[in-house]
């Protein structure tokens, strides 16, 4: 398990990979957010980009009263402006317990169980 902590964003969308098998209520939808974090448990590892896959009630706990502003371009919410660095140290304090699935190139995968 891992503790991470998302710094920047940079789109999410709908996860379209169906050969992956989630753990934390798989019969639920994902989404799928790829942006910039860090994982705290990590010592060695700085900022990367990487891959999380929560759920919408998870998501909605992520960006919770952080004044983001999405915007639908092709399936995918982007961000209507940069995060602010107010913003970003607000999302950057949600801890999120999640499992790491694997990495693909330079991306990390995980999935989120628990937004703290």
């Known amino acids: 398990m891992a503790e991470l902590h998302i710094v920047d964003?940079?789109?999410?969308e709908l996860n379209d990979q169906s050969d992956l098998e989630f753990k934390y209520k798989?019969?639920?939808?994902?989404?799928?957010?790829v942006g910039i974090m860090f994982n705290a448990e990590d010592e060695d590892e700085d900022e990367t980009e990487g891959v999380l896959f929560l759920t919408q009630k998870q998501l909605n706990q992520v960006l919770a009263n952080k004044?983001?502003?999405?915007?639908?371009?092709?399936?995918?919410w982007l961000l209507n402006k940069p995060l602010s660095k107010e913003q970003?140290?607000?999302v950057g304090l949600v801890g999120i317990d999640a499992e790491f699935?694997?990495?693909?190139?330079e991306h990390n995968f995980y999935e989120a169980v628990k937004i703290n």
Do not use: C, H, T, W
Not at 9 to 12: F, R
Not at 67 to 76: A, F, G, S, T
Not at 101 to 105: F, I, L, R, W
């Open 9 to 12: 964003i940079k789109y999410i």
């Open 26 to 33: 798989p019969e639920v939808p994902k989404l799928k957010l």
């Open 67 to 76: 004044e983001i502003d999405l915007k639908v371009q092709e399936d995918r």
């Open 88 to 90: 970003s140290k607000k």
């Open 101 to 105: 699935m694997g990495n693909a190139g």
